[in-house]
């Protein structure tokens, strides 16, 4: 079992900046991927970025590159995004996940098997 906690949101007008924490506990030695999901009201949850544990490869949903960056502290267990240029639209739920399937389709939430609560964080215009 892995166990992530989220951390890191709120409210931040259109332009700033945000850094979401998640910090993971448990059998972490297994993890091959972590990801930031997200899901705005009345939209289904999608994906935002995820990050090869090990390599340390990022790959990004095309509205968010250039703006957003994952990140991972190997000693500390811990998943970062940090998010600048915020706009209205990033406004959601975002979630972190994590995988330990070699290969998984890591763009797919099927592919993760452990997720946190979700931290919200709103952008106002």
């Known amino acids: 079992q892995v166990q992530l906690v989220e951390s890191g949101g709120g409210l931040v007008q259109a332009g700033g900046s945000l850094r979401l924490s998640c910090a993971t506990s448990g059998r972490t030695n297994s993890m091959f991927a972590m990801g930031w999901f997200r899901q705005a009201p009345g939209k289904e949850r999608e994906f935002v970025a995820t990050?090869?544990?090990?390599?340390?490869?990022?790959y990004y949903t095309d509205s968010v590159k250039g703006r957003f960056t994952i990140s991972r502290d190997n000693a500390k267990n811990t998943v970062y995004l940090q998010m600048n240029s915020l706009k209205p639209e990033d406004t959601a739920v975002y979630f972190c996940a994590a995988g330990n399937r070699v290969g998984g389709n890591y763009y797919s939430q099927p592919a993760y098997a452990y997720w946190g609560q979700g931290t919200q964080v709103t952008v106002s215009s």
């Open positions: 990050i090869i544990w090990r390599g340390g490869n990022t």
